[in-house]
């Protein structure tokens, strides 16, 4: 049955988004069939601890990840969700994702729960770098080996990836941030997430408690499917070009 649903009806619009969103760009999702972590072991290649033991083999893992990626182009579903945020009253994007698909798009108002593949950081001295184009051939952090170059005991350490790895706790700026836009917002589309992860997973309660009408994009039931006031059981793309009819066209 078609939705009733239109975003044009809405003024203030979250869309909490998955690897489904982006799986109509060809980015894997982690579960499911073809899923990442039924090729891929996270106890090896997605945690602190997998790090601390073999930086070069988690380092592998996603620059492979960040090469698979880069060849990905953001799907009409992005496209759309960008073109909500021009045109409409007040439109956020809270993501699961880090894959930076939704900035691609055009999308400026993104909080990205798990952290982003383009990141990079150093936990020892704080340097940060957002490279989107290069692979991480060099894995030291700059600032520690340059300090180490002119200190004789320093040791220069690896870079991390700037993502939320299994074991991490979310940052409590992005978890603020996102659950201020929720608690805001009047409509709320989940997009193409199993919602097994948590605390990812409790997010669209707020939502829920604040009123909004909830929708769920996802070609099967998830745990959280009764939370919602309307579930649309297909892909991210079809369902949101169903929900977009009638947006006026960006610039
Ligand atoms: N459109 C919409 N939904 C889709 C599509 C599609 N084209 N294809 C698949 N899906 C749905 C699947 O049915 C599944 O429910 O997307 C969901 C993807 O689920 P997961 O792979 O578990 O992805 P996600 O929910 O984002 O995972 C959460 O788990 O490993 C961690 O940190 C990782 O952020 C990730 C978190």
Not at 37 to 53: L, N, V
Not at 195 to 218: D, M, S, Y
Request: net charge negative.
């Amino acid at each position: 049955m078609p939705s009733p649903i239109r975003v044009t009806d809405f003024s203030r619009i979250v869309f909490f988004t998955g690897a489904g969103m982006s799986a109509e760009s060809g980015v894997p999702t982690y579960r499911g069939k073809g899923g990442i972590w039924k090729e891929y072991d996270f106890e090896s290649c997605a945690c602190q601890e997998a790090f601390e033991r073999d930086p070069d083999h988690v380092w592998e893992f996603h620059n492979y990840r960040r090469g698979l990626v880069r060849k990905c182009e953001p799907n009409e579903g992005h496209r759309l969700i960008a073109r909500c945020e021009q045109v409409l009253p007040s439109v956020t994007v809270v993501t699961q994702n880090i894959d930076g698909l939704h900035q691609r798009a055009g999308s400026k108002r993104v909080h990205e729960l798990h952290g982003s593949l383009w990141k990079l950081r150093c936990d020892r001295c704080g340097w940060r770098d957002e490279d989107f184009s290069a692979p991480v051939d060099d894995l030291l952090c700059p600032a520690c080996k340059a300090l180490a170059a002119t200190t004789p005991r320093g040791t220069p350490v690896y870079k991390r990836p700037g993502i939320v790895w299994f074991g991490d706790s979310l940052s409590g700026s992005v978890v603020q941030a996102s659950c201020q836009a929720l608690d805001a917002s009047d409509l709320m589309i989940s997009i193409g997430t199993s919602a097994v992860v948590f605390p990812a997973a409790q997010l669209p309660v707020v939502a829920k408690r604040a009123g909004a009408t909830l929708v769920e994009i996802n070609p099967e039931d998830t745990p959280m499917s009764e939370l919602y006031d309307h579930c649309m059981r297909s892909t991210a793309t079809e369902a949101l070009t169903e929900l977009c009819q009638g947006l006026p066209s960006g610039s």
